[in-house]
């Protein structure tokens, strides 16, 4: 009875995930084949989502870190730090990864300084090795280490693209936003308003999105239409909610902003 219970319980853990290809059978065999991989697209379409999805799908630990234009190799792998007068060496994120094995998650990696590439490199190809110069340590990696990373290739900034000797390491999922009925079923799912007040928003989101690269530098994200819904949901009047969740975090220009304005509001009413 017990045993039987076990089996058909749903998956509670397992963060919620609605797939726009074949992705998921993409992620299993690359874990599979211990090939690294990574993940492009815009910001917000889903790419944190779908690895913590399908880390807990395949039961394997997380380690996600968020780079920014402070993070150097040393973060990563480790460094000696002072405790109580000695000198101990401390484990980095990835460090931590290589040697229990799990997927080490490297979010927005364009971001990070140059010298991280250094490091990812002897472990992307089948060396896959972690030389840590500072304790003269080489670690293996495990056939449990998967080293996943993401970025963002639509920002307009040519120093913020990876180098085709890192990106040809990996194996490329490119993501978008999801088509309209399934974006439509997240953003519901995820806020709790009903899809009919939600595909209003969504169609909103799509007109806001044709304006990147025009006046726009991102579109509207799967994450704020689902503020947007959220705030709605709880009450807020609807253009209350589009203006400070569509619009606001869009642009700061008072031209652009009354425009977005007047999109709006012939699509919400
Ligand atoms: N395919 C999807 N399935 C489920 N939720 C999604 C999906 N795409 C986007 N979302 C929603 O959008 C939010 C932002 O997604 P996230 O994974 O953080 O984006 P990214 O990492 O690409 O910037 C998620 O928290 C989730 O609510
Ligand atoms: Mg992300």
Redesign the pocket.
Known sequence: MNIALKNTLPDYDIP???P?GNECALFESAWIRQLPLLLK?P????????VAHMAAKLGLPLSTVSCHDDLAAADLTGRYLLKGGDTVWVDGPLTRVVRAGGICYLDEIVEARKDVAVVLHPLTDDRRILPLERTGEVLEAPPGFMLVV?YNPGYQNLLKTLKPSTRQRFVAIE?DF?PRASEIA?VAE?SGLDEARVAPLVDLAHRLRALKGQDLEEGV???LI?YCASLVDSGLSLRDAVLSSMIEPLTDEPDVKAALIEIADAIIR
């Open positions: 919620a995930y609605s726009s697209g910001t917000g379409c889903g790419k944190t989502r779908f993401s993501f999801l997240v995820e994200s799967t994450r689902a």
